[in-house]
């Protein structure tokens, strides 16, 4: 059974500062995507990542993959109020794109 | 853009009612999801469909059911509703390349 978990689950931060947000997962995959939900609202797609040392850049936000250590990392550099949500990973396992998902990640950014 | 539109934004209902769900999707995928996400449980896949009238069972399919008779329709239905069915239902959709694109939500309160 494929295990997705993230970490860490709550983050408080001060607007400026860098954080890395990091996903494990316990199977083979090479598909890795990353969401983003706002209170009271649906998940919004961020990254999709197909392929091992993918790397992936928004604005303040970059994805990448390591598909041998089975993780993913979402790292935030000068972080801003904005970007406080909860941070979903997801992984695909080719089982008919289901996914599962991580537990996520609620971020603050304290202006 | 793709646009996932669910019927309902909340809905209240007493134990024991039948409570129907409605997705439409404008994109022409061929796969569709229903999740229901809780606090502290994340999100969990109920039932998916990956064709018309086609339909498998996810991680939580029991007291639920869904129906799929156009291609761009997906609807989830709770023949009975309980209690502990009170949750947030998100609906999705997918072209075969994993990435996800999901409605607003469902808010069900069941009484």
């Known amino acids: 059974e494929l295990k997705v978990e993230q970490n860490p689950l709550f983050l408080s931060m001060q607007e400026g500062k860098n954080y890395t947000i990091y996903c494990n997962y316990s199977?083979?995959?090479?598909?890795l995507y990353w969401y983003r939900q706002d209170p009271g609202k649906s998940l919004e797609s961020l990254f999709v990542?197909?392929?091992?040392?993918a790397v992936k850049q928004e604005g303040r936000l970059m994805a990448s993959l390591d598909t041998k250590a089975r993780l993913s990392t979402l790292h935030i550099t000068a972080a801003v109020h904005d970007l406080s949500a909860t941070y979903f990973c997801a992984v695909d396992i080719g089982a008919g794109n289901m996914l599962t998902f991580g537990g996520g990640t609620r971020l603050m950014v304290k202006p | 853009d793709v646009k996932v539109t669910q019927s309902s934004r909340y809905l209240v209902k007493r134990t024991g009612e039948k409570v129907f769900l409605e997705c439409v999707q404008d994109m022409d995928h061929e796969n569709m999801f229903w999740y229901r996400q809780d606090p502290g449980l994340g999100l969990r896949l109920i039932y998916f469909s990956y064709d018309v009238k086609m339909k498998e069972k996810g991680d939580i399919p029991e007291g639920y059911s869904v129906s799929r008779e156009k291609k761009e329709r997906f609807s989830l239905i709770l023949e009975s509703a309980s209690t502990n069915q009170t949750s947030m239902y998100l609906c999705?959709?997918?072209?075969?390349?994993?990435?996800?694109?999901f409605g607003e939500g469902s808010r069900l309160t069941v009484l």
């Open positions: 990542l197909l392929s091992n040392g």
């Open positions: 999705a959709s997918t072209e075969n390349t994993g990435e996800l694109f």
């Open positions: 199977t083979t995959s090479d598909r």
